[in-house]
């Protein structure tokens, strides 16, 4: 047993960090495998897909497409349900925006030590960066990590490991300490040229990959609370809040209009769900009417739709006004003159 493989499951996020992480383990004779866990906030996944002016990316997980250039194992699971509470009630708070960076990595941290418990492998590595994060990656940070999650010393960081103390594997010759790396701070450069010399192709290294992160979403989201009068959401909501241009030009609803076809189409799939509007006779976006689809607002809905189409230069445009349940009525409205449209409607 003491000459076995020994067996690490690494946090495997789709971006160079984790990559690299996981290939110096690899290249220690480490039988690696990746765990990536889907909480609905990651910007890949469908918006890349849906948008016909993000043709110039690769259409791809990329933590798929890192475990086929490690040649490794994916495990890809669905916490959707469970890390509602890492976002609404977050121990140490959020970041910037609404990331709670810290309570999320001992989240993921402590599934790790679950699933590693669960199927007998040694130790967990990520592809934390000392000082690279302002939040989560810091010296005093990292202990916090592994003690919350319940992994403690079998939680190896090998990009900035020799900047800090050792950790089981290395104690125990598991991992060659001298082989990890020491690096720190937010420069990317060593990552990017050790990349280059392992031939990966990997996604862009800076920023994040949670819609969190990012201030015109976490804006959104503190307005669906504020409609509902409740810090709760469900998955259509954080995925609508991904697509289209937002307007709220009242307190009592909001409207999610596409802008271009893919979006159009993602929304077709939410008429059931909500109110929706369309101009029949020009091109245009597909609305969908979040809220009091009373008279008033309908009115203004409409006339807001057909000024987000082609017939917004018309006299008159014909819009018609899906309900939920699929019944449908058409309105000839004056689209909205472009000065009435409020700065302060935009989310």
């Given amino acids: ?156 960081r090998p990009l900035s490991a020799r900047l800090l103390p050792p950790t089981l594997p290395e104690r125990e010759g598991w991992v060659d300490r001298e082989r990890l790396l020491g690096l720190s701070g937010r420069n990317r450069k060593p990552q990017i040229a050790l990349a280059r010399a392992y031939g990966f192709d990997y996604a862009q290294p800076a920023g994040g990959c949670c819609f969190l992160t990012d201030e015109n979403y976490a804006h959104k989201l503190r307005d669906l609370w504020a409609s509902r009068g409740a810090r709760r959401y469900d998955f259509d909501d954080i995925m609508l809040l991904k697509i289209g241009r937002h307007l709220r030009p009242h307190p009592s609803f909001k409207l999610i209009i596409g802008r271009e076809e893919g979006e159009n189409r993602f929304l077709e799939g939410y008429r059931h769900r909500f109110a929706h509007l369309w101009a029949t006779e020009h091109k245009g976006p597909l609305v969908l009417l979040q809220g009091d689809a009373n008279e008033t607002n309908l009115d203004l809905a409409c006339a807001i739709t057909a000024r987000f189409g082609q017939g917004r230069s018309k006299a008159r445009v014909r819009v018609a006004v899906g309900e939920p349940g699929g019944l449908t009525r058409e309105r000839d409205v004056t689209p909205l003159p472009a000065h009435a449209l409020a700065a302060e409607w935009y989310l």
């Fill in 1 to 156: 047993m003491e000459n076995r493989k020994r067996q690490a499951i690494v946090l495997l996020s789709g971006g160079l960090d984790s990559l690299l992480a996981a290939r110096l383990m690899l290249d220690q004779g480490i039988h690696v495998e990746g765990i990536n866990f889907f909480t609905g906030f990651c910007v890949e996944g469908h918006t890349h897909a849906i948008r016909r002016d993000r043709k110039d990316r690769a259409v791809r997980n990329n933590a798929l497409h890192s475990a086929e250039q490690l040649g490794i194992r994916l495990h890809m699971i669905d916490v959707i349900d469970d890390y509602k509470d890492v976002v609404l009630n977050p121990r140490h708070g959020y970041g910037a925006h609404l990331n709670p960076c810290l309570d999320c990595k001992a989240f993921m941290v402590g599934r790790a030590r679950s699933w590693l418990e669960e199927h007998g492998f040694d130790f967990i590595v990520t592809g934390e960066v000392l000082g690279q994060r302002p939040m989560s990656q810091r010296r005093d940070t990292f202990p916090v990590v592994a003690r919350e999650s319940g992994a403690l010393d079998r939680l190896v």
